[in-house]
């Protein structure tokens, strides 16, 4: 296991005028983050309540589990613990993100610009996703983006977040300490398996959890854009 150098927790961020670290790695989750798939998923979870003759959701009831494990998310948005039952919502929703509903999802404006020239800056870039690596390699397909990452963990290779199980891998595998790296994410689950083991963390408001909720877990930096994220790493 790698060592946890724990930092100093700071205030929240909201000047962009302040200057963060230069950080070596950079760690994105990717629903909501890089990606606008919230939509897609909330729709893909209410069809899977439909099939599976379950209580359909609301946006906002799926929108706070976005970013956990499928199975354990499935699990608390329905408040089951019937694995077999679990398992058939599980397959109806894989069944209709690939099937039922087809269009793929866009990039936030701007996502590949920020990967290009973060990599230009000499940053490692990785993923920290609660999606299944199929799904991951899916997205990677779609958009070209796979070649920017040199790493990432899926629901399938860690412990669901907020375990910073996933962030520990990617330490190990790229070498890194903790102090050299940031965390990137729109939910709470992103920003509590950071802050577990001290990692710097910025929350990206544009997503599905609300900026209170991310503000109380302590990011060095809160921004509104992919440009504004831009700024708060390479300015």
């Not at 070596?24 to 003759?53: E, N, Y």
């Not at 940031?182 to 992103?190: E, F, K, L, N, S």
């Not at 302590?218 to 509104?224: E, R, S, T």
Request: hydrophobic residues 40%; negative net charge; aromatic residues 6%.
């Amino acid at each position: 296991m790698h060592s946890k150098n724990q930092a100093v927790e700071t205030q929240p961020f909201t000047s962009l005028d302040e200057k963060l670290p230069k950080y070596k790695l950079v760690i994105f989750d990717w629903d909501g983050t890089l990606m606008d798939s919230a939509a897609k998923i909330v729709s893909c979870m209410q069809l899977a309540a439909k099939q599976c003759d379950m209580p359909v959701p609301t946006y906002d009831e799926v929108g706070h589990i976005i970013g956990i494990s499928l199975k354990p998310a499935i699990k608390q948005l329905f408040n089951i613990e019937d694995d077999e039952l679990a398992e058939r919502l599980v397959a109806a929703y894989k069944e209709a993100f690939v099937t039922r509903d087809t269009k793929p999802c866009p990039l936030f404006d701007g996502v590949e610009q920020l990967l290009s020239n973060l990599k230009e800056a000499g940053c490692t870039l990785a993923v920290a996703t609660g999606k299944a690596r199929r799904g991951l390699d899916r997205a990677w397909a779609q958009t070209g983006t796979g070649p920017f990452f040199s790493a990432s963990r899926t629901a399938d290779e860690a412990e669901s977040k907020p375990s910073p199980d996933m962030l520990l891998q990617l330490l190990d595998e790229l070498g890194y300490e903790i102090k050299d790296a940031v965390m990137i994410g729109d939910t709470t689950y992103d920003m509590q398996m950071a802050k577990t083991i001290g990692m710097d963390r910025i929350g990206v408001s544009y997503g599905v959890h609300a900026q209170v909720h991310l503000e109380a877990l302590l990011p060095v930096a809160l921004v509104h854009s992919i440009s504004e994220l831009e700024t708060a790493l390479l300015k």
